[in-house]
């Protein structure tokens, strides 16, 4: 920046800082809640984190005990002094002491609430802004509301903000002139200004069911637009979280570009802190330039850079925003040039509360020739006065962003003001809570160049030196070019000829007469591969070619095994699409959770590669003076791999891949609806180098080839995932020992579930709908893990049990080609027929909330179906029905609850939903189940996360993709070794 600049963008910001001194200090004062209090969030991020968490669940809490309960639950042990008068610990002190505490709880969160939020109203909203417009402020009104669940939420959002809408303009009359606040010098300015967030504006505004989320969303924002044009009106688009950022820009340039809406004052926010945002800037100044009336662009840094960073980090993928604050501070002053290099073909308003920020648009806009009312700033309701008084003072135009809505929906909004206000970058912390020297806080932004948006950077394992084991990505739906990449793949598989699937012994393939076709599940008539069907005969031969490579497999140095793991990852990876789509057309997997499944397969290859290098090592053993002892680990031996259809790819490779690694040669048997997806991972291990014979594939039906497999007396291992019929006759079936067999064979044995969600009294719907549909529906529930009794306490029932019917409802069932999908068809004509069954039965169990029967009429599509207040002794609430059936009880308190959860002979995963601390330790504690969730879905399993297993009649104990698998497949061999001869040892 030129040296003139700089010095009079220092100049203004010391200006704007001095006239906020000259307000007096009252203005610096935070009003919400105390300066004591919020000096002790921001040296305390203990207690600054559970401070945020109370605020949060406050809206739910009923009456003065659970206020005291959860306060109490939240504060103790994080150092909260009496001088700030929380209230906590007053119970054992004070007569009624609980009310005491929970009046001072409620009194401080509502001077918050009061402090950010203009009003609940309309009526509020109206004195709020005509108050406002009265000392020389312009408000933008924002309806709170988030993301909405069902339909209704989103009509009554858009009817709100009509309602608030016309209030404001039958008041806005009658305000008082404001020159500076009515024109800029393209011309007049509506009085009326209402922000809108998309998401609150339809279902399935979300990046792979973006099609149907941006109809929606376009039809009600057009109707409210239209509605402002009538009323001379300005409507704002806001934009959230990174996840639906494009979606939200290509509806406001569908707007935009609208004939009908080219007489409408339209807005649209750019975040600065995301790195693609100069790119976004420039598009919309581009749509603008095509309208009469100038598109108002809202410049802010961005309200949800916590979440966004945690999020992409946890994923895998680029960080979409800046990490530096410098950075942000330099894209801001980036995109405040491009703004005011393209003034009159857009109208810019800067909102911020950095000084230097504000400083700097207004020097940039003086050196370009734009008048100051040419622009205008724009900060937060109830947020840094001082900023306010300043830019009052110096004659710029000040529009506050002011939110009005109830306590509920105002939480999450007041939570981010609050998390903005303490956050260790806040401007806000630093000037008028810290006091840091001025001079520090408007240097120009220490920055050369700004990064732009990263890529994936994926570097392929190098065996001889693996990197510590990270979970492969998931892909980024939300950016185009894998949503493009995956829809080629998917079309080009879904003309794909049929594929011939042999079986493979010894390394050779191998044709049957007999044959076994694979179809589409939405297509039945269709099929997708055509395999071997082996027998008992083909068994025994895999077996014996299996126990012929045996001694020279188990003998080949460990790193070379994971070698091989390692290059079978790499070849997945480098063809994952393509494994995906062959999912979506064989066994009917949604874009999501094909491309899951091929993930999954990869982290198994690369994590259990990994583990065996460090079992290679040997057990921690003692070893005193004169004695070497050492425990290692070898092959158990031929291992009968037992797979399923649901999860095609990673559930075969996890066990093969661990089996392989741990020095066993392996007969694979595929599942019946899946060798084409199967015979990917035969494949995968010959291009990665297996030798011949060490994995056999037997396509075939179970009782033919997999019984035999069972049963013969040269397997050592059999590892199974499938029903829990199926499961318990294997263990059966093994435990017999047959003539010529000299071991005990081992069954890792994973079964169904029959799985349970504890919902709490003090939930947040919003949360805990999306979580209850994802675990009961993703796949159409064809899930061991799958979510098929929601208990809900009382309390909490028509909270959350009628939007979840609701919610239900709007599900997109359909074939899972479309990327819209969420509920696809079911596999085959059997599970068809069965679970129609039990839809039609599941009125003598429960009551039917809801079946939808609006599915395409070719293919076995079974609806999502809710049975509510269903009789916990029936059949529905206690048999593993493997389909897209809820059975929903309803619970008295949580003992109730967690009897309810596990009253089942299974025990594989569970959850709870609470805001309670106390509750979640003890369902955690007393959930009878090998994977228990907290505050999220319960299926998804990440290898080396989450440890994937249960034990009752769900299995054996067992955890895939945990540090204990591989232990199941070998024999640890221990040798102690004399090291005294004549009276001489070396040295340890």
């Given amino acids: 920046m030129p040296d003139a600049l700089e010095d009079r963008v220092a100049a203004t910001a010391r200006r704007i800082a001095a006239l906020g001194d000259d307000g007096g200090s009252a203005v610096y004062r935070m009003s919400w809640w105390s300066e004591r209090l919020l000096d002790w969030a921001m040296d305390h991020p203990e207690f600054k984190a559970q401070l945020f968490r109370f605020v949060d669940v406050f809206p739910a809490l009923d009456g003065d005990d659970d206020v005291a309960r959860h306060l109490g639950e939240y504060m103790s042990g994080v150092g909260v002094p009496k001088a700030l008068d929380l209230g906590v610990d007053v119970a054992d002190h004070v007569p009624f002491g609980k009310r005491v505490e929970a009046r001072v709880a409620r009194r401080n969160i509502t001077r918050m609430a009061e402090q950010f939020i203009l009003g609940e109203t309309a009526a509020e909203a ?97 109707r409210i637009c239209l509605r402002a044009g009538e009323r001379g009106a300005t409507v704002h688009v806001d934009m959230e979280h990174a996840d639906v950022k494009d979606l939200t820009l290509g509806l406001f340039r569908d707007l935009a570009t609208d004939p009908e809406l080219f007489h409408v004052d339209l807005g ?54 800046f990490e530096d604050k410098d950075e942000t501070d330099a894209s801001y002053e980036r ?16 909102a911020s509360h950095n000084l230097r920020s504000l400083a700097y648009a207004v020097e940039y806009a003086r050196e370009s020739g734009i008048p100051d009312e040419g622009y205008e700033i724009q900060m937060l309701h109830g947020m840094a006065e001082p900023i306010h008084h300043a830019i009052r003072r110096m004659g710029l135009r000040l529009r506050v962003y002011a939110p009005v809505g109830e306590l509920v929906p105002g939480m999450a909004y007041l939570v981010r003001r609050l998390l903005e206000n303490t956050s260790n970058e806040s401007f806000v912390r630093h000037r008028f809570a810290e006091g840091d020297d001025l001079d520090s806080l408007i240097a120009a932004p220490d920055v050369d160049t700004i990064p732009g948006l990263d890529t994936v950077d994926r570097r392929e394992t190098d065996p001889s030196d693996p990197a510590p084991y990270a979970p492969e990505p998931l892909r980024e739906w939300r950016r185009p070019a ?55 005969s083909e068994a025994d031969d895999a077996v014996a070619a299996a126990v012929a490579v045996q001694e020279r497999w188990r003998s080949t140095p460990a790193p070379d095994r994971a070698a091989v793991l390692f290059r079978a990852a790499a070849w997945m990876r480098a063809r994952r699409d393509a494994l995906a789509a062959r999912q979506v057309h064989e066994v009917g997997k949604p874009w999501d959770q094909a491309d899951a499944d091929v993930c999954e397969a990869v982290d198994f290859c690369e994590y259990y590669a990994r583990e065996m290098l460090r079992l290679d090592a040997g057990g921690p053993v003692q070893s005193p003076p004169g004695e070497a002892n050492r425990l290692r680990y070898v092959g158990k031996g031929v291992t009968a791999v037992i797979a399923p259809w649901n999860f095609p790819l990673a559930i075969p490779c996890g066990m093969t891949a661990a089996a392989l690694v741990a020095g066993n040669p392996v007969v694979l048997k595929p599942a019946e609806q899946s060798p084409g997806v199967a015979w990917s991972l035969v494949e995968a291990f010959e291009a990665a180098g297996l030798p011949a014979g060490v994995l056999g594939f037997l396509p075939g039906r179970g009782e033919d080839v997999g019984a035999r497999l069972v049963e013969h007396p040269d397997v050592a291992v059999i590892a199974f995932t499938g029903s829990r019929e199926v499961g318990l006759a294997i263990n059966a079936a093994a435990a017999a020992v047959r003539p010529g067999q000299h071991l005990v064979k081992r069954v890792i044995a994973e079964m169904g579930g029959k799985n349970a969600l504890v919902v709490d009294a003090d939930v947040d719907p919003d949360q805990v709908v999306p979580i ?63 679970l ?49 059936v809820l059975s929903v009880l309803r619970a008295a308190d949580l003992d109730d609850a967690l009897r309810l959860a596990n009253d089942t002979p299974f025990a594989l995963t569970a959850g709870v939903c609470s805001r309670s601390p106390s509750t979640v330790e003890r369902c955690v504690r007393e959930l009878r189940a090998g994977n228990v969730y907290v505050n999220r879905d319960i299926t998804g399993a990440v290898v080396g996360r989450h440890p994937f297993g249960g034990y009752g009649l769900s299995g054996v104990g067992s955890k895939a993709g945990g540090p204990d698998y591989l232990h199941q497949l070998l024999d640890p061999r221990a040798t102690s070794e004399n090291t005294v001869r004549q009276g001489f040892a070396p040295e340890p």
């Fill in 836 to 884: 129609r069954g039990v839809v039609a039965s599941a009125s003598s169990h429960g009551t039917v909330a809801l079946a939808r029967h609006d599915v395409p009429d070719r293919g076995w599509y079974v609806g999502p179906t809710v049975v509510t207040d269903v009789d916990p002794a029936s059949s529905l609430a206690r048999e593993e029905h493997f389909g897209p």
């Fill in 126 to 222: 109206v004195e709020g802004a005509s108050r406002l417009w009265a000392s020389g402020i312009a408000t933008t009104v924002d309806l709170l509301g988030e993301k909405t669940i069902v339909a209704a939420e989103a009509d009554r959002y858009a009817a709100r903000v009509i309602e608030v809408l016309d209030a404001l303009a039958d008041a806005a009359p009658g305000w008082t002139d404001q020159p500076l606040l009515e024109a800029d010098d393209l011309g007049p300015r509506p009085r009326v200004n209402v922000s809108v967030k998309p998401t609150a504006l339809a279902v399935h505004y979300e990046p792979l069911t973006r099609a149907h989320g941006l109809a929606s969303a376009r039809e009600r924002l057009r």
């Fill in 335 to 350: 995109c405040v040039r491009l703004l005011h290099d393209h003034h009159g073909a857009v109208r810019a308003a800067f």
């Fill in 482 to 536: 894998p949503r493009d990449a995956f829809a080629a793949e998917v079309a080009t598989a879904g003309e794909a000829d049929v594929l011939t699937v042999p079986a493979v012994i010894a390394g050779e393939r191998v044709r049957t007469t007999a044959t076994i076709d694979s179809v589409d599940p939405d297509r039945p008539d269709r099929v997708v591969a055509r395999a071997a069907a082996c027998g008992a």
């Fill in 772 to 834: 209850a549909l994802r675990s009961a529906f993703a796949y159409a529930g064809q899930k061991c893990s799958a979510l098929s009794r929601l208990i809900v306490l009382d309390r909490a029932w028509e909270a959350v049990v009628p939007r979840l019917v609701e919610a239900t409802r709007e599900l997109v069932v359909g074939p899972a080609a479309e990327m819209g999908t969420q509920v696809g068809p079911v596999i085959d004509a059997d599970a068809w027929e069965r």
């Fill in 268 to 321: 649209v926010v750019i975040q600065a802190y995301l790195r693609d945002s100069r790119d976004d800037l420039a598009e919309v100044i581009a749509v603008s330039s095509l309208r009469q009336r100038p598109v108002t662009v809202r410049l802010v840094k961005g309200a949800y850079w916590d979440t966004e960073t945690i999020q992409a980090r946890a994923a895998g993928w680029p960080v979409p925003v």
